[in-house]
Nanobody, 124 residues
Framework: QVQLLESGGGLVQAGGSLTLSCAAS????????MGWFREAPGKEREFVAS????????YYTDSVRGRFTLSRDNARNTVALQMNNLKSEDTAVYYC?????????????????WGRGTQVTVST
C-alpha cells in the first residue's frame, strides 16, 4: 500500500523559507514522478511542482518558479520542496502526490496517491 507522509509545514514570515518533506513507502519510488499541490482557503487545489522519477526533470507553476526548488532522494524515498521568499499567497495546505508514470505531470488526474497534507502559513 502506497503511503505518503508530509512534514515541515508551519508558520513563517513573508520573505522567509521553509522546506517541506514527503516520505514515501509501499512502492518502487524511482519509477514514479512525484508532485506537490496546494489548496488555499476558498480555492481549488492547484499544481505547484513535479519531479520525474529519476530526478532529472522538474516543472513548476509560474507563481513559484525561481522561488521553490523540488528535489528527491531515491535512496531514501523522499522528496523535498525548498520554498524561499515566501509570500502570503503561498499560504495553503500542501499535498505530496505520487505520479502514475515516470515523467513530470501537472494534472491531478495523473497522480494516484496523496498524502494528508501539511499546513503552510505565511504572515505579513
Amino acid at each position: 500500500q502506497v503511503q505518503l507522509l508530509e512534514s515541515g509545514g508551519g508558520l513563517v514570515q513573508a520573505g522567509g523559507s521553509l522546506t517541506l518533506s514527503c516520505a514515501a513507502s509501499g512502492h518502487t519510488f524511482s519509477t514514479h514522478a512525484m508532485g506537490w499541490f496546494r489548496e488555499a482557503p476558498g480555492k481549488e487545489r492547484e499544481f505547484v511542482a513535479s519531479i520525474s522519477g529519476g530526478g532529472f526533470v522538474t516543472y513548476y507553476t509560474d507563481s513559484v518558479r525561481g522561488r521553490f526548488t523540488l528535489s528527491r532522494d531515491n535512496a531514501r524515498n523522499t522528496v523535498a520542496l525548498q520554498m524561499n521568499n515566501l509570500k502570503s499567497e503561498d499560504t495553503a495546505v500542501y499535498y505530496c502526490a505520487r505520479g502514475k508514470r515516470l515523467g513530470v505531470a501537472t494534472l491531478e488526474a495523473n497522480y494516484d496517491a496523496w498524502g494528508r497534507g501539511t499546513q503552510v502559513t505565511v504572515s505579513t
